[in-house]
């Protein structure tokens, strides 16, 4: 059995290690056959220590300038992760009024550090931020911009304004989270932008402070965050010669983390992922692009801080041979971690309970949802598993729990977070009741 990578690399990297005699998978000093026991499957399990440690290690990196992080709620919405990071003073990026909801029952401290993105506010969203007094928002049409300017007039309320504008900039990812390019549906395009910024500056309730960009999501290298933001900087400066004077730069979010941490096919590590340098060139690529720019800058980090802190802890329910393909099929579905078939997502796949005695085979891991793309995995190396093992789907932190649904009626797993040898239940199970709570059948 080859050497797992999990002792090989840097700890930090993510909290899930081996320990114990029977050497079992654990979130930093919590069994997860014990969690999977007290707690049941499919199940969420969130390292609280290693979320602080990113957070720490991205407001390092921007330490010798004014900045602040505004974590991306939609990677991970839960209300305690919100209230944790609300207490390490994030603030947040918020695409929807219920978001907002949610980092207002954070903190009414902390909403007031929110930005408001998004191509579809409505009305009733833009003016709960209004009433909150959020810190920008962060406009993406023109037509925004006019809707905004009549909610702020009419409430009498002041809005400080950013426009998200496109930078047209290219990054290497997948096309379903690629933004900044001038076909996509985000933003302005910056030749259009100084028409919107000059209407925006006659409007009594709104104070044009700000320019925003985001290109994209799981972006691997700084320079297109650099390229993006010599673009915004060259804005900023236009923009000052006619009397605009940009208070906030936001950089949006998208830097990327390393999923894959062994490569099962040839046997080989995969170049070591270093969250602190990719932390540090992130910084260096802006920090080049602003040079001496007098401005607050905004960082909207989702995927980087949540990421790695998650694994999706789940039970096989059967192993089954169809023709010369063997299936893993396990009690967690695409309706509870959907990356695998939408974006044919890598995600490392290790037993829980490690047995050196088992051998290795060929799987496609499967969940229960009636669909061909219900997989996890497709021709994947593992220990040879039984009905009743337990297995961990790594880096499931973002993006797993927000996108998951209750598509074949299925409720969504329960959420804990794991405080050193403590786990706390941070969201229950959902029931079917739960699913049925709002349908009405008495009028058939
Ligand atoms: C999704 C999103 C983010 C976060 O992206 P990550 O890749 O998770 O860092 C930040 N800003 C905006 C506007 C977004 O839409």
Known sequence: MPRNFLETMNSSIRPFRYAGANSSLHCDQASLTSLAAKFGTPLYVYSRSHIAGRFEIFDRAFAHRPHLICYAVKANPNLSILKFLARMGSGFDIVSGGELERVLLAGRRAARRAVFSGVGKTAEEIDLALRTGILLFNVESGAEAELLAARARRLRLKARVSLRVNPDVFAETHPYISTGLREHKFGIGIGESHKIYRQMAKEPFLEPVGVSVHIGSQIRSAEPFGVAMERVAELVEQLKSTGIRIQYVDAGGGVGVEYVGFDAQDGKKRAAFDPQDVAARYAAAIDRALRGLDVTLLLEPGRFLVAQAGALLTRILYVKRNGRKN??????????????????????????????????????????????????????????????????????GAYGMSLSSNYNSRPRPAEVLVEGGRARLIRKRETVADLLRAERSGLL
């Open 327 to 396: 299936f893993l099929i396990t009690d967690a579905g695409m309706n509870d971690l959907i990356r695998p078939a939408l974006y044919r997502a890598h995600h490392e796949i290790l037993p829980v309970v490690r047995d050196r005695a088992a051998g290795m085979s060929t799987f496609d891991v499967v969940g229960p949802v009636c669909e061909t793309g219900d997989f996890f995995a497709r021709g994947r190396r593992l220990q040879r598993a039984k009905s009743g093992d337990l297995l961990a789907l790594l880096d499931t």
